[in-house]
C-alpha cells in the first residue's frame, strides 16, 4: 500500500509538471494566432461574411489564453511550493541523519580510545562512481577531524582490505627510520597507491575498520586512525565489531546511499579543507 501511494503521488507531480509545459508552450501560439485574426478583421470590413466569425473566433482564441495564463501560474505556484516543501523535509532529514551519526561515531570512537590522536571516519559506498564518501569524521583534534577529499577509491588500502574481508587492522611497530619503515608498511600491506600515502595529511601508525553489512550487501566501511605510535587501536578490533552501533551506522548509511554526497558536503557537522581537491 505505501509503495502504491509513493507511486500514485510521484505520478501526480509528473503529470502537473507535464501539464504545466504544455501550456506554457501553447499560450504563446494561441497569442499569436489570436493577435494575426484580429490584424486580419479590419481589412475584411464589416460586411464580409467572415468578419464577425473570425473576430468572435479571436476573441475566444484570447479568452482560452486567459484561462491558460491561471493554469500556468497556479500550477507553477504548486510545484515551486512543493518544491520548497521537499527541500525543508530533505535539509530535516539530513539534520538528523548527521546528529545521529555523531553520536554512534563518539560512542565507537570514546570505547576503543578516546585521544586527540584518534579519529574516526564513516564512508559510505558510491556504487555508481565506484567510491568511497567519507560522510562523518570525528577526532578531538580540529586538524585531523578535517575532511580533504571528496572520495577514496575502493581498491585501494585498508578500506579496500575492511570492503573485502568485513574487517582489518594495521599497526607499525617498527623502532628505527620510523617514516620510511611506516610508508613501506603501509604500501605493502594495507595495497595503498605510493602516491596516494605521499598525498594524505595523516599517517596513520595504527588502524582498524569494519564494513557496513546490511541483507548481504556493503554499504561502506568505518575506520578508526591513530597517529601516534604511542596510542595503538589495533587491539580494538573485536571491540569495534561486536560494537551495537555499528549497526545503527549500517542502517543509516545504506537509508540515505543516495546522498551521501549532501551529507558529506554538511557544513555544520563537516570540517573541510581543500575542497577543489578531486581523488
Not at 613501506?184 to 575498520?209: A, C, V
Request: charge should be neutral; glycine fraction near 6%.
Amino acid at each position: 500500500m505505501g509503495n502504491s501511494k509513493s507511486t500514485s503521488a510521484l505520478d501526480w507531480v509528473i503529470s502537473k509538471e507535464h501539464i504545466l509545459g504544455i501550456a506554457k508552450g501553447a499560450l504563446p501560439i494561441i497569442l499569436t494566432g489570436a493577435s494575426a485574426m484580429l490584424a486580419v478583421v479590419p481589412v475584411l470590413g464589416a460586411q464580409s461574411p467572415g468578419f464577425w466569425l473570425l473576430f468572435w473566433f479571436a476573441l475566444a482564441m484570447y479568452l482560452v489564453a486567459i484561462v491558460l495564463s491561471f493554469v500556468v501560474w497556479h500550477l507553477d505556484k504548486g510545484i515551486r511550493s512543493s518544491s520548497t516543501i521537499d527541500m525543508a523535509k530533505l535539509a530535516a532529514l539530513r539534520k538528523a541523519v548527521m546528529s545521529s551519526l555523531v553520536i554512534y561515531a563518539d560512542k565507537l570512537k570514546n570505547v576503543i580510545f578516546d585521544s586527540p590522536h584518534v579519529r574516526i571516519t564513516i564512508y559510505g559506498y558510491d556504487k555508481e562512481a565506484d567510491v568511497f564518501i567519507p560522510v562523518m569524521r570525528r577526532c578531538r583534534n580540529p586538524d585531523l577531524q578535517a575532511l580533504h577529499r571528496d572520495s577514496y577509491p575502493r581498491a585501494e588500502g585498508l578500506i579496500s582490505q575492511v570492503w573485502q574481508s568485513g574487517s582489518g587492522s594495521f599497526e607499525c611497530l617498527a623502532k628505527k627510520d620510523l617514516q620510511a619503515k611506516l610508508r613501506q608498511q603501509h604500501l605493502e600491506e594495507t595495497g595503498i597507491n605510493g602516491r596516494t600515502y605521499d598525498d594524505l595529511p595523516m599517517k596513520p601508525f595504527s588502524m582498524i575498520g569494519v564494513a557496513l553489512l546490511r541483507e548481504n550487501d556493503t554499504y561502506g566501511v568505518i575506520i578508526l586512525e591513530s597517529d601516534s605510535q604511542d596510542v595503538n587501536i589495533a587491539h580494538g578490533l573485536d571491540t569495534l565489531r561486536n560494537h551495537p552501533s555499528v549497526e545503527d551506522i549500517t542502517r543509516l548509511v545504506s537509508d540515505t546511499r543516495t546522498m551521501l554526497r549532501d551529507l558529506r558536503d554538511d557544513q555544520e557537522y563537516n570540517t573541510h579543507t581543500r575542497a577543489d581537491y578531486i581523488s
